[in-house]
């Protein structure tokens, strides 16, 4: 196992002080004195070293006094760097009406800032000789950079620039032109894109009315036409403070760089409101719920089957990862038995979808020629009978743990895989320190425990049972619709917008010079 080693240096001139005093005022005194001297530094909160053979990505964990984490991974294998900044905040922060906003700020965020020119993130990086990009999902958003390791600073300096010194660059015409960009973008990947809908539309009738998972993270196009920039720029002053943020560092880097540069660029960055975790309520289906949708690029119809089940990281998230792979992956899987082996279905799939409020268990039939969804429906049944006489074996155990450890593995060759894997931990489970945890969980996995989970998720349980209809083939549906939502009981929670200021780091050297004393990029504004 890997040895965590706490920071005691400050612990020695306080015994020292306090000598002859008695154990109790000793301990009592050495606690306040450490957290005085403490107080507006940055504390090294833990330091995980390779000690053996055990899988571990070593790395040191400290948190500023702003309250952003800082992780950083030192491995001198190739020189380059990677930087990864994740925001807990995605989609799953957004309320009723405003959806959207933590993909729209995935581009703002690429617009300039204070000391960052119009469209010139990109350039910077390139010339930097690195490569960048910035992802967006239900629950975080994350930018990040890989370039060669004397280009860290700069690096640091464009990521710090965006966190502490956006907004003023953010003005109605650059959200006009993003706005324009993401409605776009959501025409081309979801709304003129054959089955584009299917997940939006399942969701939508998966969870309760308000639940920020029954929306996509790109949101809906009547959200992004109601708001304006002053919208947008409370969301960025609740969701984007260092105190929600982790900032990820490996490569050919020494940590006591690494701290004193995050420290110079980030630590003057005032802290933003306090984040408490999401709480929503769950998914809870009394009975099977059948809807349609006509989907006028689909040639061919489709029958979406989805079961609530549970949060990332919960204890059945290997054995349903395995049920999955059982189910419906591989042409030794269930469904390809059943379904497509014997010619009734032309493509069935299934797979175990989990986020970090709630999971869904999932399955995909594409019906052959001739065959309706109606039909696919009861033949999806009798594949899970099939299921339960055939059981799960050795074998299918087996294949299992050792696809997911290759996986696993495999993510980690690169210093970015590693990097991003520490950052994801982080920000989801506060514990960077899980990748040999997640491998023995995977690996603890029985076959019992993929039967046990299939009774209590899948065997008898109600699911949302998505028709998708090519244009004009609307006998091919599966049932009727028979559910439609329910806003009535739904209340709004409190965001915390209320009284939010745009507070600027007050810092005493210039931002608009790079570590050589060059200014970099000046606003054509």
Not at 155 to 174: H, I, N, P, S, Y
Not at 444 to 472: C, H, Q, W
Request: glycine share 8%; charged share 20%; aromatic share 10%.
């Amino acid at each position: 196992m890997a040895r965590p080693e706490r920071q005691e240096k400050l612990i020695l001139p306080i015994l020292k002080i306090i000598t002859f005093m008695k154990l109790r005022l000793v301990v009592f005194t050495a606690c306040l004195l450490m957290a005085s001297i403490a107080f507006g530094q940055t504390k090294l909160v833990e330091k995980v070293t390779k000690t053996g053979s055990e899988l571990v990505i070593p790395y040191e964990k400290y948190v500023l006094p702003n309250g952003l984490t800082l992780i950083i991974h030192e491995d001198h294998s190739d020189p380059i760097v990677h930087v990864d900044v994740t925001y807990h905040v995605g989609s799953a922060r957004e309320e009723i009406g405003k959806s959207g906003f933590a993909h729209f700020f995935e581009h703002m965020m690429f617009q300039g800032s204070d000391h960052v020119a119009d469209e010139q993130h990109f350039k910077i990086v390139s010339d930097a000789g690195g490569t960048l990009n910035g992802t967006t999902n239900r629950d975080r958003t994350n930018y990040f950079e890989t370039v060669p390791s004397n280009q860290l600073e700069k690096m640091l300096w464009l990521e710090a620039d965006r966190m502490g010194f956006l907004l003023d660059a953010v003005t109605q015409k650059k959200f006009e032109i993003q706005r324009s960009t993401v409605k776009n973008e959501r025409g081309q990947n979801y709304d003129n894109r054959p089955y584009g809908l299917m997940f939006e539309t399942a969701s939508r009738n998966l969870y309760p009315y308000g639940h920020p998972y029954s929306w996509l993270t790109i949101g809906y196009v009547e959200d992004l036409n109601r708001v304006d920039v002053n919208d947008l720029k409370n969301f960025f002053l609740r969701w984007y403070g260092p105190n929600n943020a982790t900032v990820s560092v490996g490569g050919d880097v020494k940590p006591a760089d690494v701290v004193k540069l995050v420290e110079k660029y980030f630590g003057s960055i005032p802290r933003g409101p306090e984040v408490n975790p999401v709480v929503v309520p769950p998914a809870v289906l009394k009975q099977d719920r059948y809807v349609s949708y006509t989907d006028n690029y689909a040639r061919l119809p489709l029958l979406s089957i989805v079961f609530p089940t549970v949060p990332n990281y919960h204890k059945d998230m290997g054995a349903l990862a395995c049920l999955a792979q059982v189910l419906g992956q591989g042409r030794n899987s269930v469904m390809y038995q059943q379904l497509v082996k014997k010619q009734l279905a032309l493509q069935a799939s299934g797979f175990s979808s989990l986020s970090e409020l709630a999971g869904e268990f999932m399955f995909q039939i594409s019906p052959a020629p001739g065959k309706t969804l109606a039909t696919m429906d009861t033949l999806f049944r009798r594949a899970l009978d099939s299921f339960e006489v055939r059981g799960v074996t050795d074998e299918d155990v087996a294949k299992f743990k050792g696809g997911i450890e290759s996986q696993q593995i495999n993510g980690l060759q690169s210093v970015s895989g590693k990097v991003s894997q520490l950052a994801s931990f982080q920000t989801f489970t506060g514990n960077p320190n899980k990748i040999a945890e997640l491998i023995t969980m995977y690996q603890s996995v029985t076959k019992e425990d993929v039967m046990r989970v299939y009774n209590e998720y899948i065997k008898g349980k109600s699911a949302v049972f998505l028709s998708v209809l090519p244009k004009g083939q609307d006998k091919m549906i599966a049932s009727a619709d028979n559910y439609k939502i329910d806003s009535s009981q739904y209340t709004a929670p409190e965001y915390g917008y209320a009284g939010l200021k745009y507070n600027k780091a007050k810092d005493n050297f210039d931002r608009s010079q790079d570590r050589t004393g060059q200014h970099v990029c000046f606003h054509d504004e």
